[in-house]
């Protein structure tokens, strides 16, 4: 069934390109661990920069979900997106963000991924001034962009420590901020 090889492309390609990265990884290699015909890619994705796009936004739509519900979990508040991130950087299979990972990788800003990369980003950032707002914290705007540059942060020295202890620090300098 085309949809089951459709899937079995985007799930191939996220595990890969998450481990590996988006240049590393090739067609051949996606189309051997994916056991999907050329045929049967080329029919869904005329590239494989259109696979990239695909993944990317179905990623952004399954974390996001993610964070909202392991938000929810730790309370709902703002600072709880700090102890979901502890959860995801606790994983052995933890890689960093798969869209800043993805920006690094396609540094065109013009380019559909680093597009798709940065929509999430704004995303993200849009989920946590909604936090901001419900918690009934001034210049929630500005607010939301200066935690998701904590997160960013945390993310990316979280993958050079291989500890759960940036995204502590930053919910602590976010308390700060907050307070």
């Known amino acids: ?26 067609v051949e290699q996606i189309l051997t661990v994916s056991k999907v015909g050329r045929a049967s890619f080329y029919r869904h ?14 990623r952004d739509l399954r974390w996001r979900e993610w964070l909202a519900e392991r938000v929810a979990v730790h309370g709902g508040g703002p600072l709880a997106v700090f102890d979901a991130l ?3 950087f606790a994983r052995a ?18 380019s559909p991924a680093h597009r798709v990369a940065a929509d999430h980003k704004s995303r993200v950032t849009g989920y946590v001034e ?3 707002v419900t918690a009934g914290h001034r210049n929630p705007a500005t607010l939301a962009r200066q935690l ?22 930053a919910r602590a300098i ?4 907050l307070a």
């Open 1 to 26: 069934m085309p949809t089951q090889a459709r899937e079995r492309l985007l799930d191939t390609a996220e595990k890969l390109f998450y481990a590996e990265g988006i240049r590393v990884v090739g």
């Open 45 to 58: 994705f005329p590239s494989k920069d259109d696979l990239v796009v695909a993944m990317l936004e179905r």
């Open 86 to 88: 502890a959860e995801r």
């Open 93 to 110: 299979d933890f890689r960093g963000c798969a869209f800043i990972n993805t920006m690094i990788e396609s540094a065109d800003p013009g």
């Open 130 to 132: 909604s936090l901001l």
């Open 148 to 169: 998701v540059m904590l997160m960013d942060g945390a993310i990316v020295t979280a993958l050079r420590e291989r500890s759960v202890v940036p995204a502590e620090q």
């Open 174 to 177: 976010a308390a700060t901020l």
